[in-house]
């Protein structure tokens, strides 16, 4: 069995994140956090690739359209359809414009609760109600209503894995296994050792 501190997730900064010259701060955060960078590069996906990324989890679309819907009915609108896969379908062919516009960072990174953490720290999916002190939550404006409204993806800088199997079968679509690199980091020694007796002479 793997040590927590081996979790790993993906982290994508999407068009929009890479265009507002956020790469930096975004990284930032995330290494800020004791997570340790095992694997980035710079790609422009294509559609097909963008479909296989968001359908490797099956209940994606579902769960999506759901979210939708109930995020609609808080805020006391009338959710664009009744049926999340109706929902889900137009937010896909939105997702594939918004994903090949321009170059996007695909990184994974490693460490204790990596996948929670990293969401945490994100943010939720629409900016407009992202906790403040998340990355979306204070880098972006976006909202459901505007985006459906004009019949586009949400623009909300990142996409992070959701669950410790999503993000497994995510950095095996993104990333070859000759692309991430397993290294100790000094960090690691104040972070996880059980004892912190390397410190004094
Ligand atoms: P997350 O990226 O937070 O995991 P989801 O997996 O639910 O969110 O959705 C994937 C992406 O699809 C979101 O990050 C967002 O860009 C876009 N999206 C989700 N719901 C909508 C919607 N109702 N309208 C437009 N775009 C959406
Ligand atoms: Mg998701």
Redesign the pocket.
């Known amino acids: 069995m793997k040590h927590p501190k081996e979790e790993r997730t993906l982290v994508i900064i999407k068009p929009d994140g890479v265009q507002r010259g956020l790469i930096g701060e975004i990284v930032k955060r995330y290494e800020g956090l004791g997570l340790k960078l095992v694997g980035l590069k710079m790609l422009v996906p294509d559609p097909a690739h963008v479909e296989a990324h ?1 359908t490797l989890d099956p209940e ?1 679309r579902k ?2 359209g759901e ?2 819907i109930k995020s609609y009915r808080e805020k006391g609108l009338t959710p664009p359809s009744e049926d999340p896969l109706e ?1 889900t379908a137009k ?1 896909l062919a ?2 594939k414009k ?1 994903l090949t516009a321009g170059p996007v960072i695909a990184m994974v990174w490693e460490g204790a609760h990596a996948v929670k953490i990293v969401r945490k720290i994100t943010g ?2 629409e900016p407009l109600t992202s906790d403040v002190g998340t990355i979306r939550g204070d880098y972006v404006l976006d909202s ?1 209503t505007m ?2 409204a004009d019949n ?5 800088l990142i ?2 894995s ?1 669950s410790a199997g999503e993000a497994e079968a995510e950095i095996a679509h993104w990333f070859k296994p000759g692309e991430l690199t397993d290294y100790r980091i000094i960090h690691e020694e104040i972070l996880y050792d059980v004892n912190l007796d390397g410190i004094l002479e």
């Open positions: 968001y994606w769960v999506t979210k939708t929902i937010i939105n997702l918004y939720g999916t459901y985006a459906d586009r993806a949400v623009r909300n996409h992070a959701g």
